[in-house]
Each structure stands twice: as structure tokens, then as C-alpha cells.
């Protein structure tokens, strides 16, 4: 098959729509969390927001049944995408490809151990943004990273079984 003849797609239709009740029960969900780790960032005046946790909130209130919405994914991914990226911009410095090198090794590194959270895939880009700024700390591992994810992830298992029905998580380990 030739690669514009892929380019048209498959023609499979569109997904359904979400509900009214859907769109704002997920949208004031994001607003929720976000909002939270905002708030403790000021009160502890420590940076603990990511731009990656807002696409984290897309996934964990509007599909949180799927397994990058999953805690181990969120929280893992999270995890691991970031301590590759500080390890390749701390070994290799601030380059075009070692950029490209954190992102890939990423990536890789959250499928090899299930714990795929696709907005994870962009901390080492964060990271290699700092560093080329002169703010590049090894501390981003645990704060914004680990303590932002974990929040978020709290904010979603206490929001989303007060107001959906099932269980959330589908599985922890």
C-alpha cells in the first residue's frame, strides 16, 4: 500500500458524542485538579504544575477507564519520563538530540515497564526546556513531577467515584 493511499484513513466513523453532563463533569474535573495543585503551589511556594497535567486531567476525566488514565500509568509514567529525561540532559547536556534521545528512551521506558501515560512523554521536553534556561534540578523528579502527578491522581480517584458510575481505578498493579 503507498503512503498517500494511508494518508486517507480507513473511513471508520467518528466516535459518539459525549453527553452534556459528560463534557461538564470532565471539564470541572480538570478545573478541580489543576486548580488544586495550583493553590498548593502557591501555599508552598514550590513549583508543582507541569503543562504535561493538563493533558494528564483530558485523560484521567474524560476517558478514565482506559489504561493511561490508570493510577500506575499516570503516576509511573510520570515518574520515569522525567528521571530519563534529567538523566540524559544531566549525561549528555542540552542538544537538539538529546532531547529527542530523553523523549524516544521515554517512551520505551513506559512500555517496557505498562506504564504508558501519554502526557508523561513530554516532562523531558519540560526538563530540557529548564535546562536550556539554566533552571535544569534534579529535584523537578520529585517536585513538580511526583507530587503534582500524585495529586492529580487523588483528585481523580475521589472525583471520578463520587460522580460516575463503577469503580476507578480499573487496577493498581
Known amino acids: 500500500m503507498k503512503l498517500l493511499d494511508k494518508l486517507t484513513g480507513e ?21 478541580i485538579a489543576i486548580s488544586i495543585v ?45 528521571l530519563i529525561g534529567l538523566l540524559v540532559i544531566a549525561s ?7 532531547v529527542g534521545l530523553a523523549v524516544g528512551l521515554a517512551i520505551a521506558s513506559m512500555m517496557l515497564t505498562r506504564t504508558v501515560h501519554p502526557p508523561a512523554g513530554s516532562n523531558p521536553v519540560i526538563i530540557w526546556l529548564a535546562a ?22 487523588v483528585v481523580a480517584l475521589i472525583y471520578n467515584n463520587l460522580t460516575r458510575p463503577g469503580k476507578f481505578p480499573k487496577y493498581w498493579f
Open 11 to 31: 473511513h471508520a466513523t467518528l466516535p459518539p458524542k459525549f453527553s452534556a453532563q459528560a463534557i461538564m463533569m470532565a471539564g470541572l474535573g480538570g478545573m
Open 38 to 82: 495550583a493553590l498548593m503551589s502557591a501555599r508552598l511556594d514550590t513549583l508543582l504544575v507541569l503543562g504535561s497535567f493538563g493533558a494528564s486531567c483530558v485523560i484521567l476525566f474524560a476517558y478514565p477507564e482506559v489504561p493511561f488514565a490508570q493510577p500506575r500509568n499516570v503516576i509511573g509514567g510520570h515518574f520515569i519520563s522525567a
Open 92 to 98: 549528555l547536556g542540552v542538544a537538539w538530540w538529546s
Open 132 to 153: 536550556m534556561h539554566g533552571q535544569f534540578d534534579w529535584q523537578m523528579l520529585w517536585f513538580p513531577t511526583l507530587f503534582g502527578a500524585i495529586i492529580i491522581t
